[in-house]
């Protein structure tokens, strides 16, 4: 079945640093590619998305390429904020189209706290 | 565009009781929605998926006769947890997905935090 790993956290930056979380998938077929944010007592919001290889998600600053040859959709950001602080999610959805687009596989998440 | 309500936000329950959580997509039709739970400090693991008109489809491992799924219209699907333990205390959180457009995403709502005492 579909997996997908993030690295460990909680990870805790200083403010302009720069952030990266890992995240690799196991899935049969293109899935799409997803990371979410979730702030404290909050549902979930779409931060970007990757639908096909090498597509390059991107929003509020923050990126990740989705690469097929090495299964990962790592996150990244060149200057973190303290409005960053927050839990991200990796997710897959199977190939766009099928009956099952939008059925979502979990990473165990990211707790990201960033210190002025 | 692209709104998905979900109501109560928050709900205290007695144990042995019900009860039931709406999702609304509010500016779109869903012939799917996708109930996941989630608990503290962990991440989302979906229950069920919801299709309108017809019944729910269970992941592994989750009671389908504890947390009924109804999905009557294409704008609303309700989750009701019946005799509600302790132990269901959870986040449940739906997402809904515009049937009409090709390779859109599903889009959220606030989730429900569900407490029984």
């Known amino acids: 079945g579909n997996s997908v790993t993030q690295m460990e956290g909680p990870v805790t930056l200083s403010e302009e640093a720069f952030l990266t979380i890992n995240c690799t998938y196991t899935a049969t077929g293109y899935p799409s590619l997803f990371w979410y944010v979730q702030y404290p007592g909050e549902g979930l919001q779409l931060l970007l998305k990757?639908?096909?290889?090498?597509d390059k998600g991107s929003n509020k600053g923050f990126e990740a390429t989705y690469r097929k040859e090495t299964t990962s959709f790592h996150l990244e950001k060149g200057s973190v904020q303290v409005s960053d602080s927050a839990v991200y999610f990796c997710?897959?959805?199977?190939?766009?189209?099928?009956?099952?687009?939008?059925?979502?596989?979990f990473g165990q998440g990211t707790i990201l706290t960033v210190h002025p | 565009g692209a709104v998905v309500s979900q109501h109560p936000s928050w709900v205290i329950c007695k144990s042995g009781t019900s009860v039931k959580i709406e999702c609304r997509s509010l500016d779109f039709q869903a012939t799917t929605m996708f109930w996941y739970r989630q608990f503290p400090k962990q991440s989302l693991m979906l229950m069920a998926t919801?299709?309108?008109?017809?019944?729910?489809?269970?992941e592994q491992g989750v009671e389908k006769d504890k947390f009924l799924i109804n999905h009557a219209s294409l704008t609303l699907s309700t989750l009701t947890v019946t005799s509600a333990h302790p132990e269901d205390s959870s986040f449940y959180i739906c997402?809904?997905?515009?049937?009409?457009?090709?390779?859109?995403?599903?889009?959220f709502g606030q989730g429900t935090r569900l407490t029984v005492v």
């Open positions: 990757a639908t096909k290889a090498d």
């Open positions: 919801s299709n309108e008109g017809s019944k729910a489809t269970y």
């Open positions: 997402s809904a997905r515009d049937w009409r457009v090709m390779n859109t995403e599903a889009f």
């Open positions: 997710a897959l959805t199977p190939n766009a189209g099928g009956t099952s687009y939008g059925k979502l596989t």
